[in-house]
């Protein structure tokens, strides 16, 4: 984004309490945030997020350093451009502050009424347009006593949206709310703001909605995170993008990476699951469980794509049932259809029996093969070359199958080694994953 920053916080300090009792509760922190960003700023309890989102939004005054925000320095500013910059803003906080007196209707309308420039009917349409927006079209004349907490969240989602606000602050929106309401308000915040170009900044605990961040930024014991923390953070969500990213598109981004790309990016996320599963849990297991197969299978044919094969399967071990067991489509389009190998009659199951390769010209021919895996699958293979792959405790937990070499030759040792280049990193991205999946 090369626009100006609509936020940007330079060497910012805070101090609650007089004389001996002052205490600092922000330290020197720096931020610009960009139009049309949507930033998450998480934190344990009692960091001051809710310190500093006031101070962005005018609500309290500053003390030391500067703030600017939509263009206005808010440090020694006078209360009428305080006032000026907080209509600006829209704010949802936790406790929704609706007036219970008032409907749901008449709760948007409050804040367009606080605007001279809006005449009463527009005002009228407007709120009754964003209320359907959000999904209560037949909750416009309920007062807040008569509406489920998601149902009040929304009204405040809609009171924040009806001003077209530029920006957005939302204190710990989805608080109150079970997980499903939860995601549902953050999506709706997300598509409300991307159609406006809004920006939001989003406090929360709530892991699980970390993904609707185009950014998280992180505060401990008052500080922001230094840049390689920053880092960190930044890294986990593009891995969470990634996870999240549609089949088709994934595919596509995949099959523009040359050989070299496509093994950093797999060093960048093995690292990153690394992380990811070791140091934090933050990736949210959900959308994990949901997409990680897509993954898997858009890695596998990545693989397969480099290695000329025309086909690359990873089986899981299953040592409990004494199997393999991988899912396997016969096209992009098609239904995977789930396969099971027995581990002592067949190639695979003796690679990860045994830890070695192995490479079959003539697969027909081999006394091993399992046949029973055409005919399930319709498909015919010639040869094979089949890499096991190792876990952190170094045991085979899963197996990594390549069939029919295009061009009518077979796999050669260079294909094992290149194979054995692309498996390592791949190994510890499934481990990582198959550890989630079986939590
Ligand atoms: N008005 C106040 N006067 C004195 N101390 C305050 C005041 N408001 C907050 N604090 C203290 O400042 C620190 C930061 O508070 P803040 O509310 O910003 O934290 P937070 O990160 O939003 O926490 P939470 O996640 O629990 O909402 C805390 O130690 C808190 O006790
Ligand atoms: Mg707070």
Same mark, same amino acid.
């Given at each position: 984004?090369?626009?100006?920053?609509?936020?940007? #916080? @330079?060497?910012?300090?805070?101090?609650?309490? %007089?004389?001996?009792?002052?205490?600092? #509760?922000?330290?020197?922190?720096?931020? %610009?945030?960009? &139009?049309?960003?949507?930033?998450?700023?998480?934190?344990?309890?009692?960091?001051?997020?809710?310190?500093? /989102?006031?101070?962005?939004?005018?609500?309290?005054?500053?003390?030391?350093?500067?703030?600017?925000?939509?263009?206005?320095?808010?440090?020694?500013?006078?209360?009428?451009?305080?006032?000026?910059?907080?209509?600006?803003?829209?704010?949802?906080?936790?406790?929704?502050?609706?007036?219970?007196?008032?409907?749901?209707?008449?709760?948007?309308?409050?804040?367009?009424?606080?605007?001279?420039?809006?005449?009463?009917?527009?005002?009228? *349409?407007?709120?009754?347009?964003?209320?359907?927006?959000?999904?209560?079209? @037949?909750? !416009?004349?309920?007062?807040?006593?008569?509406?489920?907490?998601?149902?009040?969240?929304?009204?405040?989602?809609?009171?924040?949206?009806?001003?077209? &606000?530029?920006?957005?602050?939302?204190?710990?929106?989805?608080?109150?709310?079970? %997980?499903?309401?939860?995601?549902?308000?953050?999506?709706?915040?997300?598509?409300?703001?991307?159609?406006?170009?809004?920006?939001?900044?989003?406090?929360?605990?709530?892991?699980?909605?970390?993904?609707?961040?185009?950014? #998280?930024?992180?505060?401990?014991?008052?500080?922001?995170?230094? &840049?390689?923390?920053?880092?960190?953070?930044?890294?986990?969500?593009?891995?969470?993008?990634?996870?999240?990213?549609?089949?088709?598109?994934?595919?596509?981004?995949?099959?523009?990476?040359?050989?070299?790309?496509?093994?950093?990016?797999?060093?960048?996320? +093995?690292?990153?699951?690394?992380?990811?599963?070791?140091?934090?849990?933050?990736?949210?297991? $959900?959308?994990?469980?949901?997409?990680? *197969?897509?993954?898997?299978?858009? /890695?596998?044919?990545?693989?397969?794509?480099?290695?000329?094969?025309?086909?690359?399967? !990873?089986?899981?071990?299953?040592? *409990?049932?004494?199997?393999?067991?991988? +899912?396997?489509?016969?096209?992009?389009?098609?239904?995977?259809?789930? #396969?099971?190998?027995?581990?002592?009659?067949?190639?695979?199951?003796?690679?990860?029996?045994?830890?070695?390769?192995?490479?079959?010209?003539?697969?027909? $021919?081999?006394?091993?093969?399992?046949?029973?895996?055409?005919?399930?699958?319709?498909?015919?293979?010639?040869?094979?070359?089949?890499?096991?792959?190792?876990?952190? %405790?170094?045991?085979?937990?899963?197996?990594?199958?390549?069939?029919? +070499?295009?061009?009518?030759?077979?796999?050669?040792?260079?294909? *094992?080694?290149?194979?054995?280049?692309?498996?390592?990193? /791949?190994?510890?991205?499934?481990?990582?994953?198959?550890?989630?999946? $079986?939590?």
């Amino acid at each position: 984004m090369s626009n100006e920053p609509i936020i940007v #916080i @330079k060497n910012l300090n805070h101090y609650y309490g %007089k004389g001996q009792l002052r205490k600092q #509760i922000l330290f020197d922190i720096s931020l %610009k945030i960009y &139009p049309g960003e949507i930033v998450i700023m998480s934190g344990p309890s009692g960091s001051g997020k809710t310190t500093l /989102l006031t101070l962005i939004g005018g609500l309290r005054s500053v003390q030391e350093g500067s703030l600017q925000i939509l263009g206005h320095e808010l440090s020694k500013a006078s209360n009428r451009l305080l006032e000026n910059v907080r209509k600006q803003i829209g704010f949802i906080f936790q406790a929704h502050n609706l007036l219970g007196s008032l409907t749901a209707n008449q709760n948007v309308q409050m804040s367009l009424v606080l605007n001279d420039a809006i005449a009463m009917e527009e005002a009228q *349409e407007r709120s009754q347009a964003i209320l359907e927006q959000v999904g209560l079209q @037949k909750r !416009i004349h309920s007062y807040p006593h008569q509406l489920s907490g998601g149902q009040k969240q929304r009204v405040a989602i809609a009171r924040a949206l009806v001003n077209r &606000p530029k920006l957005i602050l939302a204190d710990e929106p989805t608080a109150a709310l079970d %997980k499903a309401s939860g995601r549902d308000v953050v999506e709706l915040m997300q598509k409300l703001a991307k159609q406006q170009n809004c920006t939001i900044l989003l406090v929360t605990h709530d892991n699980r909605i970390l993904d609707i961040a185009d950014r #998280i930024v992180h505060l401990e014991d008052g500080r922001l995170a230094s &840049p390689t923390e920053q880092a960190i953070l930044d890294i986990e969500s593009t891995t969470t993008s990634l996870v999240k990213a549609k089949k088709e598109e994934l595919s596509r981004t995949l099959e523009e990476l040359t050989i070299p790309q496509f093994l950093s990016l797999l060093q960048k996320l +093995k690292e990153e699951f690394e992380q990811v599963l070791q140091a934090m849990n933050i990736l949210s297991e $959900q959308m994990l469980k949901a997409n990680i *197969e897509e993954v898997i299978r858009a /890695l596998a044919w990545k693989i397969a794509q480099i290695m000329a094969a025309d086909r690359a399967t !990873i089986f899981v071990v299953d040592r *409990e049932k004494n199997q393999l067991w991988s +899912k396997v489509s016969r096209s992009e389009n098609e239904e995977a259809v789930e #396969i099971f190998l027995p581990m002592n009659a067949s190639i695979s199951g003796y690679v990860a029996t045994t830890g070695e390769s192995v490479n079959i010209t003539d697969v027909q $021919q081999n006394p091993q093969f399992y046949r029973e895996i055409d005919r399930a699958t319709g498909y015919h293979t010639c040869n094979i070359l089949c890499l096991p792959m190792f876990n952190s %405790k170094n045991q085979v937990f899963a197996v990594v199958v390549l069939t029919n +070499k295009l061009g009518g030759s077979s796999f050669d040792t260079n294909d *094992e080694r290149l194979l054995r280049e692309l498996t390592a990193p /791949l190994g510890v991205i499934l481990e990582g994953t198959l550890s989630v999946l $079986q939590q």
